[in-house]
């Protein structure tokens, strides 16, 4: 992969949004073939596809960069689907020299939207907006969806055939750090702004806010995990980024929980709308009361079992299924236009099955009740204390 000057991705990071796109260029490509002429942008709305959902084979872009993206990746590549993983020139280079060691989908990233006669232009069928930081400026929602070269739209049928943005959930009660988080270069406010816009942008597109629209919102929590420190489906289904990743943060212990959820919390809760699952008032009082009968290791180990909600947290590996079985139905039949996934204590991903009932059936997961919690029906066996 060579290095190139310029990147659709890059300019959301150093440089201003209107050059994104629009700068006459000839040189190589992420994929190294040489590209001539002037990128511009179609200034009429998307038209809706006939087709409302993707199928195997159907390439897809990733719009990042972000270790979400890089899992969402895995997950369309098991599930059959193509994915292509957008990111600037210095961000793919790091990823697939550290943590995402898989030569097919580096062949296919690239550094912006395909033009005509590279490869997929004319072919592409789905966008998944999955930066997990707020990076990217609103007016990349229709520079992308929207995306013609020299009259010619980068989509089949001239359309998307599904679209979804990824956007953080509101109203969070744990105040985690992301995972890129830098002590002196966060701006809270300006964080929440540039999300808020992106999503204003989305939502007025045609995509989503027409009748029939493809596109639909996924929110997630705080986002931890997505490598194969967990159960071994994780490595063996070639899913997880390289253990690398739980170091890349400069938060203290930060990868001592990156790896608890992928050991622990690969369940997943789909909550509608931009929700979370408040612990109730009285569940601290309750644990505290219900558990103290037994010994400090197994009261630690009932919050890792049996389906212990996060209120407000997320695997990325589960975002990930989540995302990968959307793209796989209808909005509306049965994908919700707005959801939230969350995680719960369960050592596997759902299936596709179990998916298709929670988008059916979206609600938060029972907060358990622990007077009833017995070790034994978990394979832990303890002598209890004195009361």
């Not at 006459?24 to 596809?49: D, F, I, N, Q, W």
């Not at 159907?58 to 292509?84: C, E, N, T």
């Amino acid at each position: 992969m060579k290095v190139v000057s310029l990147s659709l991705l890059a300019c959301s990071l150093l440089l201003s949004a209107s050059e994104a796109f629009v700068a006459p260029y000839r040189g190589s490509t992420a994929r190294g073939k040489v590209v001539e002429g002037t990128t511009t942008t179609s200034s009429t709305t998307t038209a809706l596809s006939a087709a409302n959902y993707l199928e195997a084979g159907d390439p897809v872009m990733l719009i990042g960069p972000g270790f979400l993206q890089l899992v969402i990746a895995k997950h369309l590549k098991r599930a059959g689907l193509k994915p292509i993983i957008v990111a600037p020139q210095k961000k793919l280079d790091s990823f697939f020299a550290n943590i995402l060691l898989d030569k097919e989908l580096q062949a296919d990233a690239t550094i912006g939207m395909p033009e005509t006669g590279d490869p997929y232009f004319g072919e592409l069928k789905g966008v998944v907006f999955c930066a997990e930081d707020a990076i990217l400026p609103a007016d990349f929602v229709s520079r992308v969806l929207d995306f013609t070269h020299e009259g010619k739209s980068a989509f089949a049928n001239g359309a998307p055939s599904r679209v979804i943005c990824c956007l953080p959930v509101g109203g969070k009660v744990q105040k985690e750090k992301t995972n890129s988080w830098i002590p002196i270069f966060n701006n809270d406010r300006t964080i929440e702004m540039t999300w808020k816009n992106f999503e204003d942008k989305f939502k007025s597109h045609a995509v989503y806010k027409s009748e029939g629209g493809v596109g639909s919102v996924i929110r997630f929590g705080s986002l931890f995990g997505g490598s194969s420190d967990g159960p071994p489906f994780l490595k063996e289904e070639d899913l997880a980024l390289d253990e690398g990743m739980y170091k890349m943060s400069l938060e203290q212990y930060r990868d001592l929980r990156e790896r608890g959820f992928d050991r622990h919390r690969l369940g997943a809760q789909v909550l509608a709308g931009n929700s979370i699952n408040p612990k109730p008032p009285n569940q601290e009082k309750m644990e505290k009361e219900g558990l103290k009968k037994f010994p400090g290791e197994i009261q630690e180990a009932f919050g890792i079992l049996g389906g212990y909600p996060e209120i407000d947290r997320a695997n990325r590996h589960t975002v990930a299924s989540a995302i990968t079985a959307a793209l796989l139905k209808p909005v509306e039949d049965p994908v919700p236009k707005e959801m939230t996934i969350l995680s719960k204590a369960e050592q596997q991903l759902p299936t596709s099955e179990e998916w298709y009932e929670m988008f059916k059936n979206p609600s938060p997961a029972r907060w358990p009740d622990p007077f009833t919690f017995r070790p034994t029906d978990f394979g832990l066996e303890v002598e209890k204390t004195k009361a």
